[in-house]
């Protein structure tokens, strides 16, 4: 993406590329970017907002902890706080949260977690494709985004920028919105891939 577009304009494309990519139906799902280091702001899509209509308007200030900063017409996310937390923890500077059936699948048949090995794909993700297994994390849901992001903070592994929630979908980050939507495609090839395999083997 052009260096020239804003932060609230590459976060509002990103929005209706995953929505384009069928990942955020309605209003699912959310984005978010740093867009300032100290102190720590984030910027977080909208909530109520369908992700095919997002636009610059939709991306909300939020302090380090994913709370509004005064004066705005929007709403963030319920789950800028998840948001929040995953920036801290692993030193993020964007976060996707897309509810992909992949990744309910996935979560669903491996709650444990989810290993990946031996697949070129997962150079997408930062990892090695050969002479590595990886563990994609597995949490349970919550509607208490506090409980929630204590569950995947706790879960995190730093090999992998990947976090399945049990029945609702999964959270990807990266250096850059354009690097966190990337690594969301790939981390999507790779669970459908493992969900296929497993029923070709069992063919």
């Known amino acids: 993406m052009a260096s020239d577009v804003s932060l609230p304009e590459m976060l509002a494309a990103t929005?209706?590329?995953?929505?384009?990519?069928?990942?955020?139906?309605?209003?699912?799902?959310?984005?978010?970017?740093?867009?300032?280091a100290e102190p720590l702001q984030l910027l977080v899509s909208a909530?109520?907002?369908?992700?095919?209509?997002?636009?610059?308007?939709?991306?909300?200030?939020?302090?380090?902890?994913?709370?509004?900063?005064?004066?705005?017409?929007?709403?963030?996310?319920?789950?800028?706080?998840?948001?929040?937390?995953?920036?801290?923890?692993?030193?993020?500077?964007?976060?996707?949260h897309v509810h992909a059936m992949s990744s309910v699948l996935a979560a669903t048949r491996w709650p444990e977690g989810v290993v990946l090995a031996g697949v070129e794909q997962l150079k997408g993700l930062g990892c090695s494709a050969e002479g590595e297994r990886y563990t994609v994390p597995v949490v349970a849901n919550s509607q208490d985004m506090d409980h929630l992001s204590?569950?995947?903070?706790?879960?995190?592994?730093?090999?992998?920028?990947v976090v399945l929630v049990a029945d609702h979908g999964m959270y990807v980050w990266g250096s850059?919105?354009?690097?966190?939507?990337?690594?969301?495609?790939?981390?999507?090839?790779?669970?459908?891939?493992?969900?296929?395999?497993?029923?070709v083997t069992r063919a």
């Not at 929005?15 to 300032?36: D, F, H, K």
């Not at 636009?55 to 996310?77: F, I, Y």
Request: glycine share 6%; proline share 4%.
């Open 150 to 161: 204590d569950r995947i903070r706790r879960a995190l592994n730093p090999e992998m920028p």
């Open 15 to 36: 929005a209706r590329q995953l929505y384009e990519l069928g990942w955020m139906r309605g209003t699912s799902g959310n984005v978010s970017v740093i867009a300032q």
């Open 47 to 96: 909530s109520g907002i369908a992700k095919y209509s997002t636009q610059p308007e939709h991306a909300v200030a939020t302090d380090a902890q994913g709370l509004a900063l005064d004066g705005q017409k929007h709403m963030p996310s319920a789950e800028a706080r998840v948001h929040a937390a995953i920036v801290d923890a692993a030193g993020a500077q964007a976060v996707v």
């Open 176 to 199: 850059s919105l354009e690097d966190a939507a990337n690594r969301t495609e790939s981390a999507d090839w790779l669970l459908q891939h493992v969900l296929l395999q497993e029923l």
